[in-house]
């Protein structure tokens, strides 16, 4: 798939397109109203202090309220957590326009602003659980991410264009009242979208008469955070690195990109000249950021996404050390540009990597969580960097240098942390697709598919091999990838074994030992050589528990197979 198709694949997707045009315009707000904001707190209190206290203050309810949201994201409809957010952020918007007409208190801005920010900590965690539950399947991740941060990087570069001629024209009140438009724009568009509430875990198995297991409609087995994490800690840990490095060098390039223009690029001389050299490198920032969106969605489209990780880090951190050394506008310009798009693609990958490993039920805490320690590492980017680029400190040079060592390091920590899940080789990775091609598995998450093609066994199967032995107890799961099986049968009463059937790619076996928590009821041998692919007994009961009915299709595929002789033990 190239990349225009992977475009109009997303875009073909009628609910994930009306969401990425809804929070689209919403984003144009956001920006239109921080620039406002930023004007009209500094004309009020006249005290960059005041500016630089706002900015820290509009952080804090991210690190507070992260986690909160999380947990609220993933026992609520993210749909309506998304709706009451935005319509709140409307009302207080017009609220702030009503302020700045009646020339009200700063202090009643800066309120508002931080009120808005809290509901603003909401956004991320149901969002980022919210996409995976739109898309069709696990290929749209990729490119719906991509279009996402193309959407958003357009944002940024439309929303302060916007600003900057309403300003011009005396309109800061307008800029807040657009900026409620947007929000009641995103209200409409998520009103008409479906439902997302986390799937619940495995449902609970009970015996029944026959010996087989049923399983309780709607029933939830309560399993903690910890418990549901545990196979992706390292992984986790990985993608929480690389969020938070980004995240700490982020943070203080936003500051040091002013201090370039005024410092290094417009030789110490505030003014006009500087603030449009401060407006050339943010506008590369952003035309870096769509380059790289652009190009991501070309590198997320395959399953090994370890490679376009390094490469975005490397990128990032040659651009990070390039821009300190550097007394050129044009240089400094590209040199942004490559580490805005060196520093996506990382955000990209990293996204899709997260919402493929990460179980939906547990999905919008563990954003809430991350989210809590990339908020915080922004900050300390702000502060630190800033503070370590003074003259008689490390210079602009040196902590340039010493941040580009830092992405670089952090990059070369988190691939092995991430293990075969950014880097399985193609052959695996194909023969785990059969995943992808069990009939019964249609419509199960793709992130549950995706955990369990990671879990699966790669198994060579010689000629007259026996895979499963009647009576013995049920442990493993099988999916035929290549090759044939035969099932029989020992009959007692006659002291002989009956031919059931044979079974080829894609077919699977074993899944009724497991269901029932028994022993097999049949035997299954290689006909001739070929692969299996095994998923051990708690994790295809986990996967089974993660699919609305799927017990239930599997014990009524076996019902009915016994009557024609298909079972496969």
């Known amino acids: 798939m190239n990349v225009i198709a992977a475009y109009r694949r997303v875009l073909s997707n009628g609910n994930l397109s009306r969401l990425m045009f809804g929070e689209f315009v919403s984003s144009i707000g956001d920006w239109l109203y921080l620039v406002a904001l930023l004007i009209v707190i500094y004309q009020r209190a006249g005290n960059p202090v005041v500016l630089g206290l706002v900015g820290a203050a509009r952080v804090l309810p991210y690190i507070l309220l992260s986690i909160p949201a999380g947990i609220a994201a993933d026992r609520y409809d993210r749909r309506m957590i998304l709706l009451v957010t935005d319509l709140a952020r409307g009302v207080i918007m017009v609220l702030m326009a009503l302020v700045v007409v009646l020339n009200g208190p700063v202090e009643a801005i800066v309120a508002l602003a931080i009120l808005a920010t809290c509901f603003s ?30 959407l958003d990087n357009m944002a940024f570069i439309i929303g302060p264009a916007i600003a900057g001629v309403l300003i ?8 807040f009242l657009l900026n409620a438009v947007s929000f009641a724009v995103v209200a409409v568009v998520l009103w008409r979208l479906p439902v997302s509430r986390a799937r619940g875990r495995a449902a609970s198995a009970v015996a029944g008469s026959d010996g087989t297991a049923d399983v309780e409609a709607g029933a939830e087995v309560r ?44 030789g110490g001389h505030a003014g006009p000249a500087a603030d449009g050299t401060t407006g050339l490198l943010n506008a590369a920032v952003g035309v870096g950021g769509l380059v790289g969106a652009f190009i991501s969605t070309a590198l997320v489209l395959g399953r090994r996404l370890s490679p376009p990780m390094i490469a975005g880090g490397v990128t990032l951190a040659v651009s990070v050390v390039v821009l300190g050394q550097t007394n050129s506008l ?23 990597l997260f919402q493929r490993i990460v179980p939906d039920e547990v999905r919008g805490r563990t954003l809430g969580a991350m989210q809590t320690f990339a908020v915080a590492a922004y900050a300390a980017g702000s502060f630190a960097l800033p503070v370590l680029g003074a003259p008689s400190l490390l210079g602009i040079p040196g902590v340039l240098a010493l941040a580009g060592a830092v992405t670089a390091v ?15 080789p193609l052959a695996e990775d194909a023969l785990r697709e059969h995943f992808l091609r069990v009939p019964i598995f249609a419509g199960l ?24 032995r009647q009576g013995d107890p049920a442990d493993r799961f099988y999916i035929i990838a290549a090759g044939t099986v035969e099932v029989t049968q020992h009959e007692t009463a006659a002291g002989e074994e009956r031919v059931l059937r044979r079974m080829g790619p894609d077919e699977v076996f074993g899944e009724i030992g497991l269901l029932s928590g028994g022993i097999r009821t049949a035997s299954v041998t290689a006909v001739g050589s070929g692969t299996l692919l095994s998923l051990d007994g708690p994790d295809f009961l986990e996967l089974v528990g993660s699919g609305p009915g799927l017990t239930s299709r599997l014990l009524d595929l076996h019902r009915g197979a016994t009557t024609v002789g298909m079972t496969g033990g």
């Open 410 to 424: 952090s990059v070369a920590i988190a691939v092995p942390l991430i293990g075969r899940h950014g880097t399985t």
């Open 121 to 150: 900590s909401f956004f991320s965690p149901a969002i980022g659980s919210y996409i995976p539950s739109l898309v069709r399947d696990e290929s749209e991740l990729g490119p719906a991410n991509s279009t996402w941060s193309t």
């Open 168 to 175: 011009s024209l005396g309109g800061l009140t307008a800029a």
């Open 223 to 266: 399993v903690s955070l910890r418990d549901q994490l545990r196979p992706v800690v390292r992984p986790l840990i990985g993608l929480n690195l690389l969020g938070a490095t980004g995240s700490f060098v982020g943070g203080g390039l936003g500051v040091l990109t002013v201090v370039i223009a005024v410092d290094t690029l417009s």
């Open 445 to 468: 998450p793709p992130s549950r598919l995706e955990a369990a093609m990671a879990q699966a066994s790669i198994r060579p199967m010689a000629a007259g091999e026996s895979i499963i």
């Open 330 to 352: 044009g240089i400094a310009m590209l040199a942004l540009a490559a580490g805005s798009a060196g520093g996506l693609l990382i955000e990209i990958v990293s996204t899709t």
